[in-house]
């Protein structure tokens, strides 16, 4: 069973009463809030009108958050194989500077 709220209306300036979605409470229908909850970027109503106690704030874990775009493709892409580009003499070998290194032509 229920605990249920008693109110009293004032017969000069009658209020309208309601029940609170959650816990099922009497109150003056202009003490019910809106509960709100993410959709999407943004809140919307979810079609709760409750008490004051059982408001609950819109959780922020279900926000969606929007990816990032893709980069834009390069048209026309080339592959740039390290070795198709180091200098090779007649014999085959590979030029290499003093230090070791290999030569590149770019
Ligand atoms: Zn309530």
């Given at each position: 069973?229920t605990?249920?709220?008693?109110?009293?209306?004032s017969?000069?300036?009658?209020?309208?009463?309601?029940?609170?979605?959650?816990?099922?409470?009497?109150?003056?229908?202009?003490?019910?809030?809106?509960?709100?909850?993410?959709r999407?970027?943004?809140?919307?109503?979810?079609?709760?009108?409750?008490?004051?106690?059982?408001?609950?704030?819109?959780?922020p874990?279900d926000?969606?958050r929007?990816?990032?775009?893709?980069?834009?493709?390069v048209?026309n892409?080339?592959?740039?194989?390290?070795?198709?580009?180091?200098?090779?003499?007649?014999?085959g070998?590979?030029l290499?500077?003093?230090?070791g290194?290999?030569?590149?032509w770019?």
């Amino acid at each position: 069973m229920t605990a249920r709220r008693r109110i009293h209306v004032s017969p000069r300036n009658p209020r309208a009463a309601a029940q609170c979605d959650r816990c099922c409470r009497i109150f003056f229908h202009d003490q019910l809030v809106k509960e709100m909850a993410y959709r999407g970027d943004r809140t919307v109503w979810n079609g709760l009108m409750v008490c004051r106690h059982c408001l609950d704030a819109p959780q922020p874990q279900d926000r969606r958050r929007q990816p990032g775009r893709d980069p834009i493709p390069v048209q026309n892409p080339r592959f740039q194989d390290q070795e198709s580009n180091l200098l090779i003499t007649q014999s085959g070998d590979v030029l290499t500077t003093d230090g070791g290194d290999a030569l590149t032509w770019w």
